[in-house]
Structure formats: structure tokens, C-alpha cells
């Protein structure tokens, strides 16, 4: 797989947000139990239709988790017209807004590097378990409602990572 991103040209515009759109709506098709979408990109979009309030509220929608990867830059480069920081943090916040999460290397080619940030992403859905909520019947005003999951063992404090939102 590393391979064939390696082979890729990129060009100016990018349109993540809009990739995104399409890709949500095509994985919930599939027959798998657990949706789950890969987005490999360093976070900046500058030609989508779509906006990232309008991603990150279908994300938050959907029963799709998404992970991100890609080389984070984390400096600003002269003559580049975006700030990397920007996309990472959107990136970050799609992902974590999913109930998945975001890894960014700190070079640009490293392969080692990838590699296991794909098998971090196997071993996490692999340890994937499901808590269902079942809240009262729909109240005629239905909002978005924050989601908080502690988890501890023992005495130590666990990390449960979860949806951060539900709609009732």
C-alpha cells in the first residue's frame, strides 16, 4: 500500500471535504458491521463545495469512524498559502468528533512510520466494543446531547474513546 501512495502526484487544489461526503455516503453501504473511513491527508482543502461544519456534522450523524493519517508538516513553509497547524487541527477534530482518531507523522517520507500507524489503526478496531444508549422517546425538541464515557480500572483512569455526541 505505501507503494502506491509513494506513486501518487498531487496537484494545487484539493477537495477532502467533498471526498469525504462522497466516501461516508458510500461506506454505509457496505456489509460490514463496523463502518470505518481512512483519510489520508495533511488536512487542507481549498476547493471543496462542502464546509467542515457540514463534514463534521454528517460525520457526527453517521455510525462511521474516521481515522486520519498523513505527514504533519507542523511549520509554515514561505510561499505556501495554507497553515498546515490549520489542517491537522481539523483533521483532529473530525476524527475525535467520530469516536475515531488522528496520527500524523513528522517527516514527510517515512514509510516505518505509516506502517505502524496502520497497525495502530488494525489493533484499535480490533478492540473495538459497543455501548448502546437507549434514551427516553424522542422529545419534540431534539438537539444534540454531549456523550462523557469514564472508564477506570481499579484505581487508574482508563481512556475511552467514544462519539462525542448523540442526537435526542
Not at 77 to 103: D, H, I, M, Q, T
Not at 109 to 125: G, H, K, R, T
Not at 142 to 150: Q, T
Request: aromatic share 10%.
Amino acid at each position: 500500500m505505501l507503494a502506491t501512495l509513494d506513486s501518487l502526484t498531487f496537484k494545487k487544489y484539493t477537495s477532502v471535504y467533498d471526498a469525504m461526503t462522497l466516501a461516508l455516503d458510500k461506506v454505509k453501504t457496505g456489509r460490514n458491521a463496523k463502518h470505518v473511513l481512512l483519510v489520508i491527508s495533511d488536512g487542507d482543502d481549498n476547493s471543496s463545495k462542502k464546509g467542515f461544519k457540514e463534514v463534521r456534522d454528517k460525520l457526527k450523524a453517521s455510525d462511521v469512524s474516521l481515522y486520519s493519517t498523513g505527514v504533519n508538516l507542523r511549520e509554515y513553509l514561505p510561499g505556501n498559502f495554507w497553515n498546515p497547524e490549520e489542517g491537522v487541527k481539523r483533521l483532529e477534530e473530525l476524527s475525535a468528533a467520530s469516536g475515531g482518531r488522528s496520527f500524523f507523522t513528522k517527516n514527510e517520507s517515512v514509510p516505518a512510520d505509516l506502517n505502524q500507524v496502520f497497525d495502530l489503526i488494525a489493533q484499535e478496531l480490533r478492540a473495538h466494543y459497543q455501548l448502546v444508549i437507549a434514551p427516553e422517546p424522542r422529545d419534540p425538541k431534539a438537539k444534540w446531547r454531549k456523550i462523557k464515557i469514564e472508564a477506570k480500572q481499579g484505581t487508574e483512569r482508563l481512556t475511552a474513546r467514544t462519539r462525542l455526541w448523540y442526537y435526542r
